[in-house]
């Protein structure tokens, strides 16, 4: 305490010979740093010499970077990593306290360090076989992702539930559902594996693997191509303050992603085509859940509203 009352001291009182400058106003460097400046100058009397500048930095906090980026360019600046899977699967560091322990950060690897993801995220099935009408392979396909999620999750799920458009479950994964047909069932755990940077028990994942294994080479007889259930990531993250939230889900449905970017006014819903935003810059965001009477009513009336002649579901 003494030793940060002595340096708070030494700054108010420069030394008389010296003409000290007003710290100037906090300016963005770049995407990561606000910094602010101050001169020393010696008097007139005593050379007039120019000092170098006094720089001071702090680094953007989310908050203050959302804040000064419109929705949709926030919006796109997340999605755009949750798509290119660079929170999905590398950033073993997820615990707050690394960055300020380490302060040589060069390469700006705090924004990996930052807990990203939270502990559990709601993570959508939309079967987009159900399209398929007369024909069994929903169910098959339900059935796949049910044991993968079962494996991976420690939870049993009930199999013998209607078949609809939409299920949701709460899990402690990262899972996302390979679009291409695996060959081997080695193929097919290392696509999972690589989405999923926790823990897995493997002896449990192989059996589900092997129930998944001879779904697939039944479902496939009748199909030239794969027909994967695909997980949707319903996230809300906090783009300008605590009171107001802005709402993102990712469909993929082969090679396209659509987006809908649910803005805080009724009317800045939105539906983006996200294929051509792969390289976009990116930018992570705090994330936050929605509450289940939030979810029931998002699913109930917006996809249902918005999608109804773009996506086939069984009503």
Not at 97 to 120: A, G, L, M, Q, T
Not at 134 to 143: M, R
Not at 211 to 233: C, E, F, G
């Amino acid at each position: 305490m003494l030793f940060v009352l002595a340096a708070f001291t030494s700054e108010l009182h420069e030394p008389k010979p010296c003409l000290v400058s007003k710290w100037s106003q906090w300016e963005r460097y770049d995407e990561i740093f606000f910094v602010r400046r101050r001169k020393i100058r010696r008097r007139p009397d005593v050379g007039g010499k120019e000092c170098p500048f006094f720089i001071q930095a702090k680094t953007v906090s989310d908050r203050q970077l959302s804040a000064q980026l419109p929705f949709a360019e926030a919006s796109r600046r997340f999605l755009s990593n949750v798509i290119r899977g660079g929170s999905l699967a590398g950033d073993e560091a997820t615990n707050l306290n690394s960055f300020s322990r380490s302060r040589d950060h060069s390469n700006n690897s705090y924004i990996v360090k930052h807990k990203v993801w939270p502990e559990r995220l709601l993570l959508t099935v939309l079967d987009d076989s159900l399209c398929v009408i007369s024909s069994t392979l929903g169910l098959k396909t339900k059935f796949l992702v049910l044991s993968l999620l079962e494996s991976l999750c420690g939870s049993t799920f009930d199999k013998n539930a209607p078949t609809v458009g939409l299920q949701t479950y709460s899990v402690k994964s990262r899972l996302v559902m390979p679009l291409k047909k695996p060959a081997t069932k080695h193929e097919l755990r290392h696509a999972v594996l690589s989405y999923y940077t926790h823990s897995v028990k493997l002896l449990q994942l192989d059996r589900a693997l092997d129930r998944t294994v001879s779904i697939l080479n039944t479902t496939m007889r009748k199909k030239k191509y794969w027909r994967s259930a695909v997980l949707l990531v319903l996230s809300s993250w906090n783009y300008c303050d605590e009171n107001t939230l802005g709402e993102a889900v990712l469909i993929k449905e082969h090679s396209d992603v659509y987006v809908l970017l649910i803005g805080p006014e009724p009317d800045s819903t939105q539906i983006v085509c996200f294929s051509s935003l792969a390289s976009q810059p990116i930018q992570d965001h705090y994330i936050r859940l929605p509450d289940s009477e939030t979810l029931n009513k998002f699913i109930a009336k917006v996809l249902v509203a918005q999608f109804k002649n773009t996506f086939c579901y069984n009503q």
